[in-house]
C-alpha cells in the first residue's frame, strides 16, 4: 500500500456529493498514485497526486475536463469527478476503471505480446480517430507516448490514459512538455509549448512504434553516442534529427541487425519498411521530413484515418504460410506482381478484392465491411460489420459476400443484368460484378 | 506461429551501483533498515525494467568500512538480482569506494554504448580517508561524470558536504532521513526513479529544459506520515 492514502480511507467527490473509498493500490507514476476505490457504488480508479504536483493550475485544468468537457469517445479515461478530503492535503479525481484485455504498447514493443497486424492497424486508425476528436473538441492532449495508451491485443481496440494533462488548444497552463523520445523538435529545442500541432508530431512518433517497433530518428547516428543522455537526446530529438528513411540524406539511415547485431539503429524498421504498401511509406515520410521541420505541414490526424483504413482493407493471407500480407496498389501498377511474402518468400496468390472508391477491400475468408465502408460520414466501429465473406452452404468453393444491413443491395454482373441482394443474402464473388451498397458503388475484382 | 517479424525494442545496458556505508556507526538498526530497504527495492527496481524496454539494468553493490570491497562484484541483471545483507564494523573509507566505482566505470570496463549508470551513495557519518581523491577518479571517468548520482543521508551526522560534492549537480540535495521508515521509502525511491529518469525519461514538467543535466529528476515525494520520535537513529 502508498503512504498516500490508506485502504478503507472515504473521500468526498465535489460535483456528484457521492463518497469515494480507497479500496487498493494499483501504481504510481511522475504525478502521484492510482487506487482502485468505490465512488458511491460504481468502481472506479482513483488517482492522487503528490503533493508537488497538485497545484492550483493542475486542480483548474481538471474541473475543466469534468465540468466543460465531456470524453471525446469512449477510448479516453476521462476524469469524471474531482476528489478531496478534510482530512488530507491534495486532491484527486476518478476515472473509469481499465480493464484487464488492455494491454500496455509496452508490451508490444517488448515482443510479450504478438498482436496480428490487423489488430495493430486497427489500433493505429482509432488512435489517430480517438485524437482527431480530441483535437475536433478543442483539446490538445501534449503526453503522447507508449506510456499512456493501452490496447486490446485480440481486436485493436484503444484505451487513451492520464487526460488530466489535457488541455484548451493554446492553453496557458501546462504542466507537462511531453516524454521526451515522443516531443516535436521545436519543444525539445525550447521553441515551443505542447499543442494540437506537437500532439501531430507524437502520434506519428507512436505509429511509427507500432508497425515498426523503431524510433523514426534512431538510425546510424547513434551508434556514434556512448552515453544516450539528454544531450544526446537533444541532439538527434531537437538540434539535428533526421528520419531513417529520409529520400534525401541517407546519413542517420535505418542499420540492418547483420551490421551492428545490438539493433538500436532502427533493425526492426529494416524489416518492416518495405512490406508495407507504399502509402504507408510516403506518409511517415511527410511525417518525419517536412513534419519535422514545419510544424504546420505535419500529417493530420484525418489523413491518418484515411491511410490506415485502407491499410486495414490491403491485409490478405499468403496461401503458402498463412501470413498476412499487404496488398500495394502502386506496386502492383509498377511491377505487374505483388511480390514475395515477406516471411515465407513465396509469390502469394491474390483474393478477390472490392474496389470502393479510392480503397481496395481483400475479400479474404475473414473480410468485413463496416459502416464506414459503405458511408463516408459513418465512425470507424468495427463492432458492426455491415457485410462479411461467407462460403455457400452447400457448395463450398463459392464464396460470396454477405449482406448484414437491413437495405437491400443492387448488384450488376459483367453481363449487364441485375439483381436484389436482399439483407442476409450474399452475392457471389465473382470478377466484373458491380455492387450498388446505396450512397456508394464497388466491384467485385479477382 | 509469430504473427510478425520477433525483434523487440533493442536494449542499452545501464549499470547500476549501491554503494553503501558499513562502518561500525551503521551497527543494528541502521544497517538493518539498509539491507531491508534495499531488498524491498529489488521489485520495484524489476518493474521500472519491464516497464523500460529500452534499458537492460544490471546491478552491483560496494561496501565500505575499513577499506572498500564489491559486495557484489559482477554486473547482475536485475531480474536475476538477490541481496545478501551486510554487516556494519569498521571506520568510513568512503574515498576508497568511489576510487573501485571509479575503476568499475573505465571506459575499458563499460561497454561500448550505455544509459547513464546510476549510482547511489548511502552513508551516515563522515569519510575517514581521502574522500576527494575518490570522488576526482570517479569524476575523471567519462562514464563517472556521465553518472546519475544520488546520495541518502542517514541520521543528524552524516556529512552533507561530501554527499553534496558526490552528486555534483547544485539543485539535488542529499536525501536526509531521519528513521526507519523513510530510510526504507527513500532507498526504494533512489533506487527506482533515478533508474527510471536514466534509462527513458518519462513526462517532463514545464520549467524543465531536456538540455539540463544528464537526466532529469523529479524531487523525492515528502513523508506524509508522522514521525515516530521513539524510531532514533
Redesign the interface.
Known sequence: MSDLLQRGQVLRTKHSGQTCTVEQFLGGGGQGEVFRAMWGTMPVALKWYFSHTATPEQHAALEKLVTDHKPPTNNFLWPLDLADSDHLPGYGYVMRLREPRFRSLLDLVSGRIDPTFQTLVTAGLQLADSFYRLHADGLCYRDISFGNVFFDPQNGEILVCDNDNVTENRSSHCGILGTPDFMAPEIVRGEALPSRQTDLYSLAVLLFYIFHISHPLLGRRILSIRCWDLPARMKLFGNEPLFIFDPQDQSNSAVAESVDPTGEAGANAVNYWPIFPQILRDTFTKAFTSGLRDPDNRVMEGEWRGVLSRLRDAIFFCEHCGKENFYDLEMLKSSDSVGPCPFCQKTPRLPYRLRLGKTVVMLTHQAKLFPHHLDDHQPFDFTRPVAEVVQHPTNPNIWGLKNLTSDKWVITTADGSTKDVEPTKSVPLVSGTKVSFGRVEGEIRH | ????????????PLQFIWIADCSGSMAGKKIESLNFGIREAIQPMREVA??N?NAQVLVRAIKFSDGAQWHVSQPTEIHDFKWADLTADGVTDMGKALQLAADALKTNNMP?????PVLVLLSDGQPTDDFNAGLKAMMDQ??GA?AVRVAIAIGDDADLDVLQQFIGHPERKPIQVTNANDLV?MIKWASTVPLKA?S???????G?????????I??P?????PIDPSDVF
Not at chain 2, 561500448?112 to 547513464?116: D, S, T
Not at chain 2, 524543465?208 to 532529469?216: C, D, K, L, N, Y
Open positions: 506461429m509469430a504473427n510478425r517479424f520477433g525483434g523487440a525494442l533493442a536494449a542499452r519491464t516497464e524496454p561500448e554504448r550505455g544509459l547513464p567519462p562514464w556521465k521509502k536514466a527513458n525519461p518519462n513526462s517532463q514538467p514545464m524543465q529544459s531536456i538540455a539540463a543535466g544528464v537526466v532529469p523529479p524531487a515525494p515528502l513523508s506524509t506520515l
